[in-house]
T-cell receptor
Framework: QKEVEQNSGPLSVPEGAIASLNCTYSDRVSQSFFWYRQYSGKSPELIMSIYSNGDKEDGRFTAQLNKASQYVSLLIRDSQPSDSATYLCAVNRGSQGNLIFGKGTKLSVKP | DAGVTQSPTHLIKTRGQQVTLRCSPKSGHDTVSWYQQALGQGPQFIFQYYEEEERQRGNFPDRFSGHQFPNYSSELNVNALLLGDSALYLC????????????FGPGTRLLVL
């Protein structure tokens, strides 16, 4: 079992819809969770971080964390074509300090 | 506020050569981590430097080595390059060790022929 798993996609949604991206992780000692957006040919850009169970909202983005189910998700409301990118889920096990990434989910928002 | 910078942006080398990549962390950050990202994959952790010492290392061979300078900037060195070393090399900076958020630089794209 891979440490961090994401559906590779592509996930295609129409403009204005809600895009839902999911991630599961295997190590229960994981402490902090991050979503990065990566445009083709570019480096990862931080969107959200979440440390506690529940929801965290920032503009059109909402991160959800459920440590009991070892599940973290990202919702993008009112999706725009500019949101089309690969979304990387990353987990930090706290004392270790390094990020463990999933392979990413490619999102395509159609006008 | 200066972000993370990396140089060079692109590099072409041949098998067996050696390469040095450079990174300057975001202003106020003191920790540098290096990642390798192959095409279609998520970034893989190489190592992390803090207080000029390698603090953690991922599953990479000794051909990959690094250094951190007193001004917190860092170098990644790869010896005896293999075709499989072709990838995007990412530097990320953070403040201290542990759970702190890491911010990525633009990356260096290395092609080994």
């Amino acid at each position: 079992q891979k440490e961090v798993e994401q559906n590779s996609g592509p996930l295609s949604v129409p403009e204005g819809a809600i895009a839902s991206l999911n991630c599961t992780y295997s190590d229960r000692v994981s402490q902090s969770f991050f979503w990065y957006r990566q445009y083709s040919g570019k480096s990862p850009e931080l969107i959200m971080s979440i440390y506690s169970n529940g929801d965290k909202e920032d503009g059109r983005f909402t991160a959800q964390l459920n440590k009991a189910s070892q599940y973290v998700s990202l919702l993008i409301r009112d999706s725009q074509p500019s949101d089309s990118a690969t979304y990387l889920c990353a987990v930090n096990r706290g004392s270790q300090g390094n990020l463990i990434f999933g392979k990413g989910t490619k999102l395509s928002v159609k006008p | 506020d200066a972000g993370v910078t990396q140089s060079p942006t692109h590099l072409i080398k041949t098998r067996g050569q050696q390469v040095t990549l450079r990174c300057s962390p975001k202003s106020g950050h003191d920790t540098v981590s290096w990642y390798q990202q192959a095409l279609g994959q998520g970034p893989q952790f190489i190592f992390q430097y803090y207080e000029e010492e390698e603090r953690q290392r991922g599953n990479f061979p000794d051909r990959f080595s690094g250094h951190q300078f007193p001004n917190y900037s860092s170098e990644l060195n790869v010896n005896a390059l293999l075709l499989g070393d072709s990838a995007l090399y990412l530097c990320a900076s953070s403040l201290g060790l542990g759970e702190e958020t890491q911010y990525f630089g633009p990356g260096t794209r290395l092609l080994v022929l």
